[in-house]
């Protein structure tokens, strides 16, 4: 998925990335929020953590930092973030309320949740498949 899609990501914003994997969404946010931005990124595996800290040294950001933590106890303030994004991880969570009630918690007033899932419960058309309008926000 592309949480980008739903929007881009303001200079200087500060961004959560809920289960951010090897950091690649961290990667273009950072890139986007420019030095002046603040991206944490999430993930609850240390080897994803490590991988996208590899990851983001390797491409040269320094405005990302990367934590073990769970989708349902974010280790970031209340009201912390301009940005919550996450990209192929809520449709894993048992309780999806609640992963919605702390990202809420973690987004400042007006903030933007920009989420890219797939959850599917019947085969897909292979003329849905290589349609990506079809299946990207």
Known sequence: GNPFMLGNINSAARVVDAECGAGL???IAAKMA?????IIGIDMTQGMVDKAKFNAKATGVENASFHQGLFEEL???DGWADVVISNGAINLAPDKDEIFREMNR???PGGLLQIADILVDKPILESAKR???LWTG
């Not at 420019?34 to 603040?38: H, L, P, V, W």
């Open 25 to 27: 969404d961290c990667i």
């Open 34 to 38: 420019g030095a002046d931005g603040e």
């Open 75 to 77: 280790p970031v303030k």
């Open 106 to 108: 973690v987004l400042k």
């Open 131 to 133: 349609n990506i309008d």
